[in-house]
């Protein structure tokens, strides 16, 4: 099951005396990601190298660094940590010491896979899209009960006689989310796939 980040976060360590900084964060597309990396970019740092996977999509860049040294061992630290949804930079200010291309790799990887390690993680649930219409009597026992089914509320729309929901539930669910429906509604309420 992949992971992603709740929330951007860092890690800094010092090797051979260059300083390597990795900060990464959750992204849901390639303009975000791309966003992320200019905003977190040093301009003053010798290489801020990246790597970002959302989805089937990924980039990276070794900006300067020799080929394959820096922004492929991040990307594989992504998909090491299973990982999805997630844009790293990994910033270095040279310290006067080559690393070596192997030492790079390790550098760059390892900052990127302790940063993704010490971030607050979240697992990806695959949801299917549906909506239904419930009486105002029905709402709230349907609402108090969408938790166990760890559905999502993404949004409601009122009327006359009571709301139309438009829900996200786990992939393999609808079927337990449509039982829950027909008890609440006796048989009347029904899941319509968007």
Not at 8 to 27: D, G, H, M, N, T
Not at 68 to 97: F, H, K, M, N, S
Not at 132 to 142: K, S
Request: with cysteine; charged share 25%.
């Amino acid at each position: 099951m992949p992971f992603s980040l709740t929330r951007p976060c860092e890690y800094r360590e010092e090797i051979k005396k260059s300083r390597f900084l990795a900060q990464a964060a959750p992204v849901s597309s390639a303009a975000e990601a791309q966003a992320f990396i200019e905003r977190h970019s040093d301009p003053a740092a010798s290489h801020n190298c990246w790597a970002w996977k959302v989805g089937a999509q990924y980039r990276f860049s070794d900006d300067g660094e020799p080929g394959g040294t820096a922004g492929r061992p991040i990307l594989a630290a992504i998909e090491g940590q299973d990982c999805d949804g997630v844009a790293v930079v990994v910033t270095r200010w040279y310290g006067g010491i080559q690393l070596g291309t192997g030492g790079l790799a390790r550098a760059y990887g390892g900052s990127a896979n302790k940063c993704l390690q010490g971030g607050e993680r979240v697992e990806l649930i695959s949801r299917e899209r549906c909506s239904c219409h419930c009486l105002f009597a029905e709402l709230p026992l349907l609402k108090a009960r969408l938790g166990e089914l760890e559905a999502v509320l993404e949004g409601e729309a009122y009327d006359a006689d009571g709301a139309t929901l438009q829900l996200a539930i786990p992939e393999g669910r609808m079927a337990d989310l449509q039982k829950v429906l027909s008890d609440i509604s006796r048989g009347r309420g029904v899941l319509h796939r968007s």
